[in-house]
């Protein structure tokens, strides 16, 4: 069974901390994505990895980093946290594209983050 | 820019009645289209999708969908809801990169 885990479900943090938010894919996929999900604005896409230490920025990528260093870890970074990063993100892992066009992506459960 | 519209934003239905989710894409190719749902507090999980071929595909949990290029829509279904099918779904297509473009999502409730 494919998987996807995400380092917590619930995290506190205080504002200028800077948080780290852990994802692991079991299933050897190429590609991992870090999502913020936010009510009536959906998912909106932060970073994309394709490989190990590749990464390409998203829609709102701005005060976030990422870091990949082994195929199956993406790290979502936030150097120092605020308060409008108070968000639920999800990670996600896929194949590389084929050529019968996208592979569905793979979710974790997701970490609801609280910046105060 | 490409976007994908998901016009309800919640949607109330009895149990046991029928179920239409409205999904509509921007972008003039034909992209590869994914239904996912989302359990409160949960991840997505991936209910169907369309890459090409019959234009009609089943899912899982007794969903379907119906690829129209004609109204670039790619509506879900359900003939007989269940109250456990009271959830958020999301609508996402895929172009020719590894990136999808999500839907903000309908939010289903159900009565019992």
């Known amino acids: 069974d494919v998987k996807v885990t995400q380092s917590s479900r619930y995290l506190v943090k205080r504002t200028g901390e800077k948080v780290f938010l852990e994802c692991v894919q079991d299933?050897?996929?190429?590609?991992m994505f870090w999502y913020r999900q936010d009510p009536g604005l959906g998912l909106r896409l932060i970073y994309f990895?394709?490989?190990?230490?590749?990464?390409e920025k998203g829609d709102i990528p701005e005060g976030y980093s990422v870091s990949r260093e082994k195929k199956e870890r993406f790290s979502l970074i936030l150097e120092s946290a605020s308060t409008n990063q108070t968000s639920m993100y999800l990670c996600a892992s896929s194949l590389e594209r084929g050529a019968s066009g996208n592979y569905e992506q793979y979710f974790g459960p997701g970490t609801r983050l609280t910046v105060t | 820019a490409q976007s994908v519209t998901q016009p309800d934003i919640h949607i109330t239905v009895s149990e046991g009645a029928s179920l239409e989710l409205r999904c509509n894409y921007s972008?003039?190719?034909?992209?590869?289209l994914f239904w996912y749902v989302q359990s409160p507090g949960q991840g997505l999980q991936l209910l169907l999708k369309?890459?090409?071929?019959?234009?009609l595909v089943q899912g899982i949990k007794g969903f379907e969908a119906e690829f129209k290029r004609s109204q670039s829509s790619f509506n879900l279904r359900k003939p007989s809801v269940h109250w456990s099918d009271a959830a958020e779904y999301f609508c996402a297509v895929g172009y020719n990169t590894d990136k999808l473009i999500f839907g903000t999502g309908t939010r289903l409730q159900v009565f019992p």
């Open positions: 990895s394709y490989d190990v230490k590749m990464k």
């Open positions: 299933m050897d996929h190429e590609n």
């Open positions: 972008y003039g190719a034909t992209p590869y």
């Open positions: 369309y890459f090409s071929g019959d234009t």
